[in-house]
Every structure is written in C-alpha cells, then in structure tokens.
C-alpha cells in the first residue's frame, strides 16, 4: 500500500496534534479514541503520531509505529501508545513543503514500513519485523483526531498493489479468512524502552535476568581465584628453588 499523505498547520512547538492512523481491521471504522477511530480493534493498526503525550519519553516526533490487536488490547494514548507497540521510527512528516509518501509492505509475515519525506524518490526504512500474522478479508481505512489541538490531516491517495507470492502446501491449507491476528515476538512489547533513535534498547533487569549476572559474576571471581592461587603456588616454588 502507497499512501499519499500532507500533515500540516500552524500549530507551533506542541500546539498541534494528534496525527493519522492507518488501519487494516475486521470491522468498517467506527468513530472512537485511536486516532478518531475505535479501540480494542481486530487486525493492525500505523499511527502517524505528532503530539508526545507522554511528557517523561525519550521520542522524538513526529514518531511512526505500529500495532496488531486481536480485540484484547487497548492504546494507552497517555503513553503513546507505547505499551502495546511492535516497532516504530522518527519520521519528520510534518508541515514539509512537498509531498510525503508511506509504503506498507506485508509478505509471508514480514510487515516492512518505509517513508519517502525528502522529496528524493527514495523510500527508507522506518519498521521492519516478522512473525507477523493476519488474516484476509479485512478491510482497509485511514482516521484521524486532533484532541484539544488542531492540525490538517490529508490523504491525497491511498494505492493497493497485489504481490505474487508462492505459498507452501502447508500454508495452502490454511483458511487466511480466519486467523487471528497475532504476532510471534521473542519478548512482549511491555519491555520495550524508548531510545531518542526511534529503536529499542532492552528494558530493566527481571529477576532471572538479574541471576544470571550474578551467576556470572561468581564464576568469574571463582576462576580469577584459582587462575590467582596457581601463579601464586608456581611462584612460591620457584623461589624455594632459588634459596
């Protein structure tokens, strides 16, 4: 999908917001809290953020992320959202004096996001993550929401491209149509911690992590302690020989 987008106002500093959302759902957009749309939806979810309402992050906005929900997840808007997103990047969209594009690219469970925002005809990356699970059938929609703030949000076009992919016997078998959405993660999005990069970095120590530091430790100072007691020996010896 290739979205043709202009954010744009005379807000200055945070006197504007709140941003787009792009979405790929169960149900046709039903006014709501996300981003002029509802919560606790069925399918994925890109916001183009603009306002930081959380006043403790590290973000720099405007900030893209990105969200896939079976129903049971609710956006915390106090934290942007940050609780329950996969991945995100820094992109500067906003108020630039030509046009801003948005490439989404789904493929055998690798959803990629990709922005062209310097008027160069370039896309770079800004999202890239497997194990990414969504059904068929679902159907595609663009909202928007200011909040107390004000900002124009446009789409100017939104272009749906089919990719030809080869499929496994196995994955022939399957009925897309209905599998929940879902996303296989090697850690919860909940131990993300913001980096001023738009990346993440790991978050704080849990008990077993903790653990196993000190694990390490001990064997550590245990090797350094006979590694010490055997130079030590050796060295005694040679000047028993020497007397």
């Given at each position: ?19 787009i959302a792009l979405w790929y759902t169960r149900d046709r957009l039903v006014p709501g809290p996300v981003f002029g749309s509802k ?176 694990l390490c430790a001990l064997l550590g100072i245990v090797v350094c302690a006979v590694v010490g007691a055997v130079v030590f020996q050796k060295r005694q010896e040679r000047n028993k020989r020497f007397y």
């Amino acid at each position: 999908m290739h979205v043709h987008f202009k954010v744009h106002g005379t807000g200055k500093k945070n006197l504007h917001g709140d941003g787009i959302a792009l979405w790929y759902t169960r149900d046709r957009l039903v006014p709501g809290p996300v981003f002029g749309s509802k919560d606790n939806f069925h399918g994925l979810a890109i916001f183009l953020d603009t306002y930081p309402n959380d006043e403790t992050t590290e973000r720099v906005f405007p900030y893209i992320s990105v969200m896939v929900n079976n129903g049971s997840l609710s956006y915390d808007h106090s934290k942007d959202g940050r609780w329950t997103e996969l991945a995100g990047c820094t992109a500067d969209f906003r108020n630039r004096d030509h046009d801003t594009f948005l490439a989404v690219r789904y493929s055998r469970g690798r959803l990629t996001v990709m922005t062209d925002l310097e008027d160069k005809n370039e896309w770079k990356n800004c999202i890239d993550i497997t194990g990414v699970r969504l059904p068929t059938g679902y159907y595609f929609g663009a909202s928007a929401g200011t909040g107390d703030l004000s900002d124009n949000h446009d789409i100017i076009s939104m272009k749906l491209f089919q990719l030809m992919v080869e499929h496994t016997p196995d994955e022939e078998s399957i009925d897309w149509t209905k599998i929940e959405p879902s996303v296989n993660f090697l850690k919860s999005p909940k131990d993300n911690v913001d980096d001023p990069t738009g990346n993440f970095r790991s978050g704080p120590l849990t008990g077993w992590r903790v653990f196993l530091l000190l694990l390490c430790a001990l064997l550590g100072i245990v090797v350094c302690a006979v590694v010490g007691a055997v130079v030590f020996q050796k060295r005694q010896e040679r000047n028993k020989r020497f007397y």
